[in-house]
């Protein structure tokens, strides 16, 4: 009966429209994610480079 239970059915094989609609949502999500990392960087170089940050504290 444990046997059963790990078991996993096969996964169905995509369309090349289901393909190519998962391709789209990697790409706009890899871009966003691309674009947070950029505005972080901007803001912890621009709070730094001001002064505002632990640095100008001490």
Known sequence: MADDKDQF???QPLSEEARAAQ???????????LGFVVLVA???FVRLSTG?????RM
């Open 9 to 11: 059915p096969a996964p």
């Open 23 to 33: 391709k789209r949502r990697n790409l706009w999500l890899g871009l966003a994610l």
């Open 42 to 44: 901007i803001t912890t």
């Open 52 to 56: 505002t940050g632990i640095a100008g």
